[in-house]
């Protein structure tokens, strides 16, 4: 059983930066395609950013790209995302998951295991 938790959330100002990592346990990260999440108020859960499992190959949302990076350290068992230019509508709690396949996947029900989340608040 793997076990995510998630931090690194905050309050930052529009225009700001946050990083937010995510560190597994009971099981070695490598094994994983892994993904970011997010869920606003009032939305569903949505997809971010994933990253196959040797960090190879990454797969944005439109809405994220070329200001949110995913990294991993497979010898840390802990994933990344870099989250620049942060705006209002990043506003969300942030979930890492795990699927057991080489490469992430948009669905959230395609994926195995999830931490309890992060916040992200973004002023304007």
């Known amino acids: 059983q793997v076990q995510l938790v998630e931090s690194g959330g905050g309050l930052v100002q529009t225009g700001g930066s946050l990083r937010l990592s995510c560190v597994a346990s009971?099981?070695?990260?490598?094994?994983?395609?892994m993904g970011w999440f997010r869920q606003a108020p009032g939305k569903e859960r949505e997809f971010v950013v994933g990253?196959?499992?040797?960090?190879?190959?990454?797969l944005y949302a439109e809405s994220v790209k070329g200001r949110f990076t995913i990294s991993r350290d497979n010898a840390k068992n802990t994933v990344y995302l870099q989250m620049n230019r942060l705006e209002p509508e990043d506003t969300a709690v942030y979930y890492c998951?795990?699927?057991?396949?080489?490469?992430?996947?948009?669905?959230?029900?395609?994926?195995?295991?999830w931490g309890q989340g992060t916040q992200v608040t973004v002023a304007s």
């Open positions: 009971g099981g070695f990260v490598s094994s994983y395609a």
């Open positions: 998951a795990a699927k057991m396949t080489w490469s992430p996947v948009v669905a959230t029900t395609s994926y195995d295991y």
């Open positions: 990253i196959t499992r040797t960090g190879g190959s990454k």
